[in-house]
């Protein structure tokens, strides 16, 4: 940056799995239904980047196929024209480690499916390759060890404690816009130390950096841009302060301190804001919702955690491999290569389903279904693998641990009380409503 020191669900069941025991919710479009959709279709016409797909649940069926029957897929035509599907656990890992052939470079397209126009690209080290990714990584990364979070652990409970004791009883109400949204995005301002009054701001540019233009939240990358320029001028603001100040321990000042990103432009400075933004946000949110949701969908295993709330360690894990909050990253095929016994050519998109991943039924034991404590269950595939793993992941597991222990001292009971409504998108995999009623104690 230039500064003179100042600048500018419910899954689809397999035969083995057990019916849905009677009280769990009906998705709009039945798992028989995508099933026989899933089953009847050519495999040639499979286009499973639809967010339709996921809005509707019904993704799970064409997951498994391709698992089964063409693990490495290529499709012709989408939206965001031709990709392969890596579907199965192993190979996701193959293209994960292999950061030579498969690039996240932004200027290739990056780690969406859809290549942004270039006038509205803003760097960030998610989507950069070696040598240019790990210094900026490393700039952040002192913030998410366990001496980073450390600080956080009381102010997180504290928080918690607050959000949890003003909820309604014996009432509705969204899940999500009271708990989920509202903790993540506290979070969030205690990381940039951000104005805390301020902090919706942060959960609306999270969700216009994110929005799928046919949600109807925004209507066309020029908005989309416009309203982030909001977000960078206040982000630049905050820059400003902190560059000429001591070095502190939030995320801005580490940036606008760090040598390796204190120079960086202005655009890197908002990827990386808007990466630091969405990643912190989005992903832990719907783990939030996920989890709850889950529990509900097999009463079995809330249960069990209610007798034993010691297992609220292995519930995280799982909470985050059902929900795999992240669907998929895209990569870019930098040379021929022969994968799977296919042939991807230079300049390919190639996307790891993380989503199939975590379902693949030759790693994890009846995959679809909600088990804490299972085998295995650490090794998911939601926080990535290699150079780009999640750098947050431990302030995401510390967040969802707290919030069960604090759940599980003070309700017997969180109930789900209606389907909940999920995001328009094959990226995130999300809720926007989730409705919940707590029984009066
Ligand atoms: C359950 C919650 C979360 C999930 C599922 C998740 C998932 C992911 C995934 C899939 C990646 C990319 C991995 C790859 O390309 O191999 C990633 C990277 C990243 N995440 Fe998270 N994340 C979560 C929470 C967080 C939090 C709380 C933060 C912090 C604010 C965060 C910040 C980042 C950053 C900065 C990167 C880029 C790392 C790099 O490129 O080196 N994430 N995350």
Redesign the pocket.
């Known amino acids: 940056m230039d500064t003179a020191r100042s600048i500018a669900s419910g899954p689809a069941r397999t035969a083995a799995t057990p019916k849905p025991a009677a009280g769990r919710f009906v998705p709009a479009v039945s798992a028989e239904q995508a099933r026989a959709r899933a089953y009847s279709m050519p495999l040639e016409d499979f286009d499973v980047s639809k967010g339709k797909l996921f809005q509707a649940d019904a993704h799970w069926p064409f997951f498994e196929r391709l698992r089964r029957e063409e693990p490495v897929h290529y499709c012709r035509q989408s939206y965001s024209g031709p990709y392969w599907s890596i579907t199965k656990y192993h190979d996701i890992m193959k293209v ?1 480690v292999d950061h030579q052939t498969f690039s ?1 470079d932004s200027a290739l397209g990056g ?1 969406g499916l859809s290549d942004r126009p270039s006038d509205f690209r803003y760097p960030s ?2 989507a950069m390759d070696e040598p240019e ?1 790990r210094p900026q ?1 490393m700039a ?1 990364a002192p913030m ?1 060890t366990p001496t980073g979070l450390a600080q956080f652990e009381d102010t997180i409970r504290a928080r918690v404690g607050i959000i949890l004791d003003g909820l309604p009883r014996n009432e509705t109400f969204n899940w999500v816009e009271r708990v989920s949204i509202e903790l993540t995005t506290q979070m ?1 301002a205690t ?1 940039f130390d951000f104005p805390f009054e301020e902090r919706r701001r942060l959960t609306y540019w999270s969700d216009i950096a994110t929005a799928n233009l046919n949600a109807g939240i925004i209507a066309s990358e020029e908005e989309r841009d416009t309203i982030l320029q909001e977000c960078f001028a206040r982000f630049v603001e905050l820059w400003n302060e902190r560059v000429n100040a001591e070095p502190r321990s939030d995320l801005i000042s580490m940036l606008a301190h760090s040598p390796a990103t204190r120079n960086m432009d202005r655009n890197t400075y908002f990827g990386n804001i808007i ?2 933004t969405v ?2 946000n989005d ?2 949110r719907n ?1 939030i919702s996920g989890g709850l949701f889950a529990l509900n969908q097999f009463p079995d295993q809330y249960r069990k955690l209610r007798d034993d709330p010691a297992l609220v360690d292995a519930l995280v894990p799982e909470i ?1 491999r059902w929900q ?3 669907a998929y ?1 895209r990569r870019t095929a930098l040379r021929d290569v022969e994968f799977a016994d296919k042939q991807i050519k230079k300049g390919d998109k190639v996307v790891m389903w ?1 989503v199939s991943g975590n379902r693949d039924e030759e790693v994890f034991e009846r995959p679809d279904d909600f088990i804490i404590g299972r085998a295995k269950g650490k090794n998911h595939l ?12 431990r ?2 597991e510390l ?1 969802l641990r707290v919030l069960w222990q604090e759940i599980l001292k003070r309700f017997p009971v969180i109930e789900v009380v209606g389907e909940p409504k999920r995001v328009l998108s094959s990226f995130i995999r999300g809720y926007e409503v989730l409705p919940v009623r707590i029984p009066a104690a």
């Open positions: 994960e996240s780690i080290f998610i990714h990584r952040v998410f969030l990381l990466l630091l990643g912190g992903t832990t783990s985050i795999t909050p992240l990253m993380y939601s926080f990535g693998f290699g150079i780009h793993r999640c750098v947050g992941l302030l995401a967040q």
